[in-house]
Protein backbone atom coordinates (compact mmCIF):
# COMPACT_ATOMS: atom_id res chain seq x y z
CA UNK A 1 0.00 0.00 0.00
CA UNK A 2 1.53 3.46 -1.21
CA UNK A 3 0.75 7.01 0.29
CA UNK A 4 -0.94 8.02 -3.27
CA UNK A 5 -3.38 4.58 -2.59
CA UNK A 6 -3.91 6.03 1.58
CA UNK A 7 -4.98 9.29 0.05
CA UNK A 8 -7.24 7.80 -2.31
CA UNK A 9 -9.23 5.56 0.78
CA UNK A 10 -8.98 9.04 2.88
CA UNK A 11 -10.89 10.92 0.09
CA UNK A 12 -13.30 8.18 -0.29
CA UNK A 13 -13.73 8.23 3.26
CA UNK A 14 -14.30 12.20 3.56
CA UNK A 15 -16.84 11.61 0.46
CA UNK A 16 -18.59 8.95 2.28
CA UNK A 17 -19.57 10.15 5.09
CA UNK A 18 -18.18 6.88 6.68
CA UNK A 19 -17.32 7.56 10.49
CA UNK A 20 -15.06 4.18 10.32
CA UNK A 21 -13.33 2.42 7.51
CA UNK A 22 -10.93 -0.80 7.31
CA UNK A 23 -9.18 -1.61 4.18
CA UNK A 24 -6.28 -4.61 3.74
CA UNK A 25 -4.31 -5.65 1.37
CA UNK A 26 -0.94 -7.74 0.72
CA UNK A 27 -1.01 -8.30 4.25
CA UNK A 28 -1.07 -4.54 5.60
CA UNK A 29 -4.33 -3.37 7.67
CA UNK A 30 -5.15 0.28 7.19
CA UNK A 31 -8.12 1.57 9.90
CA UNK A 32 -9.38 5.14 9.66
CA UNK A 33 -11.49 6.18 11.68
CA UNK A 34 -13.13 9.95 11.78
CA UNK A 35 -13.54 12.02 15.01
CA UNK A 36 -16.82 11.91 16.13
CA UNK A 37 -17.15 15.78 16.04
CA UNK A 38 -16.06 16.08 12.73
CA UNK A 39 -18.54 13.22 11.17
CA UNK A 40 -21.19 15.50 12.88
CA UNK A 41 -20.59 18.50 11.34
CA UNK A 42 -20.59 16.84 7.89
CA UNK A 43 -24.00 15.57 7.00
CA UNK A 44 -23.88 12.19 5.86
CA UNK A 45 -24.38 11.95 1.99
CA UNK A 46 -25.41 8.01 1.63
CA UNK A 47 -27.57 5.21 4.01
CA UNK A 48 -25.12 2.52 5.18
CA UNK A 49 -26.76 -0.76 5.48
CA UNK A 50 -27.24 -1.78 9.19
CA UNK A 51 -26.02 -5.81 10.07
CA UNK A 52 -28.94 -7.58 10.95
CA UNK A 53 -29.23 -8.99 14.50
CA UNK A 54 -27.69 -12.07 15.40
CA UNK A 55 -30.41 -14.86 14.93
CA UNK A 56 -31.73 -16.09 18.53
CA UNK A 57 -30.60 -19.85 19.95
CA UNK A 58 -33.70 -21.63 18.35
CA UNK A 59 -33.73 -19.92 15.39
CA UNK A 60 -31.54 -21.59 12.28
CA UNK A 61 -29.31 -19.58 10.49
CA UNK A 62 -29.95 -18.60 7.17
CA UNK A 63 -28.68 -20.93 4.28
CA UNK A 64 -27.90 -18.57 1.94
CA UNK A 65 -24.93 -15.20 2.72
CA UNK A 66 -23.93 -12.71 0.39
CA UNK A 67 -21.05 -11.13 -0.06
CA UNK A 68 -21.74 -7.16 -0.60
CA UNK A 69 -19.67 -4.25 -2.03
CA UNK A 70 -17.79 -2.60 0.81
CA UNK A 71 -17.35 0.75 -0.98
CA UNK A 72 -18.83 2.53 -4.13
CA UNK A 73 -17.03 2.24 -7.43
CA UNK A 74 -16.94 0.17 -10.53
CA UNK A 75 -16.95 -3.90 -10.49
CA UNK A 76 -14.90 -5.97 -12.35
CA UNK A 77 -15.57 -9.56 -12.85
CA UNK A 78 -12.15 -10.89 -13.97
CA UNK A 79 -8.64 -9.49 -13.38
CA UNK A 80 -8.15 -8.54 -17.60
CA UNK A 81 -10.57 -7.84 -20.05
CA UNK A 82 -9.44 -11.58 -22.47
CA UNK A 83 -8.66 -13.89 -18.69
CA UNK A 84 -11.61 -15.95 -17.27
CA UNK A 85 -13.97 -14.48 -14.34
CA UNK A 86 -12.85 -14.57 -11.03
CA UNK A 87 -15.67 -16.78 -10.05
CA UNK A 88 -18.80 -18.42 -11.96
CA UNK A 89 -22.35 -19.64 -10.40
CA UNK A 90 -21.22 -23.64 -9.07
CA UNK A 91 -18.05 -22.90 -8.35
CA UNK A 92 -16.58 -23.55 -4.71
CA UNK A 93 -14.90 -20.83 -3.31
CA UNK A 94 -12.81 -20.82 0.16
CA UNK A 95 -12.82 -18.00 2.37
CA UNK A 96 -9.61 -15.22 0.89
CA UNK A 97 -10.84 -16.36 -2.76
CA UNK A 98 -10.51 -13.20 -5.14
CA UNK A 99 -14.02 -12.72 -6.27
CA UNK A 100 -14.49 -9.44 -7.15
CA UNK A 101 -12.19 -6.32 -8.17
CA UNK A 102 -14.03 -2.76 -7.45
CA UNK A 103 -12.13 0.41 -8.79
CA UNK A 104 -12.70 3.35 -6.86
CA UNK A 105 -10.69 6.84 -7.73
CA UNK A 106 -8.40 4.46 -9.83
CA UNK A 107 -7.35 2.34 -7.17
CA UNK A 108 -8.28 -1.40 -7.89
CA UNK A 109 -9.35 -3.01 -4.27
CA UNK A 110 -9.89 -6.52 -4.50
CA UNK A 111 -12.59 -8.28 -2.99
CA UNK A 112 -12.30 -11.46 -1.15
CA UNK A 113 -14.67 -14.20 0.09
CA UNK A 114 -14.94 -14.08 3.91
CA UNK A 115 -16.42 -17.83 4.28
CA UNK A 116 -15.97 -21.19 2.13
CA UNK A 117 -18.76 -21.81 0.26
CA UNK A 118 -20.71 -22.35 -3.32
CA UNK A 119 -21.33 -19.58 -5.61
CA UNK A 120 -25.19 -20.02 -6.16
CA UNK A 121 -25.43 -16.49 -8.52
CA UNK A 122 -23.40 -13.42 -9.71
CA UNK A 123 -25.45 -10.17 -8.75
CA UNK A 124 -24.06 -7.67 -11.03
CA UNK A 125 -22.18 -7.53 -14.60
CA UNK A 126 -18.70 -6.81 -14.81
CA UNK A 127 -18.38 -2.92 -15.93
CA UNK A 128 -20.90 -1.53 -13.73
CA UNK A 129 -21.02 1.15 -10.91
CA UNK A 130 -22.19 -0.04 -7.23
CA UNK A 131 -22.92 1.39 -4.19
CA UNK A 132 -21.68 0.17 -0.65
CA UNK A 133 -23.46 -2.38 1.01
CA UNK A 134 -25.35 -3.26 -2.65
CA UNK A 135 -25.01 -7.74 -3.13
CA UNK A 136 -22.75 -8.53 -5.36
CA UNK A 137 -22.58 -12.12 -5.40
CA UNK A 138 -24.79 -14.88 -3.16
CA UNK A 139 -23.73 -18.11 -2.19
CA UNK A 140 -26.00 -21.63 -2.53
Do not use: C, Y
Not at 42 to 52: D, E, F, G, H, I
Not at 70 to 87: I, N, T
Not at 99 to 115: G, L
Not at 130 to 135: C, I, L, R, S
Amino acid sequence: MNLSEIKTLIAVMADSGLAEMTFSENGWTLRLVRDAAASAAKPQRRAMPVAPAAPMPDTPAPAAAEIEAPLAGVVHLRPAPDAPPFVEAGQAVRAGDTVFIIEAMKVFNTIRAERDGIVAAILVSSGVEVDAGQPLLRFA
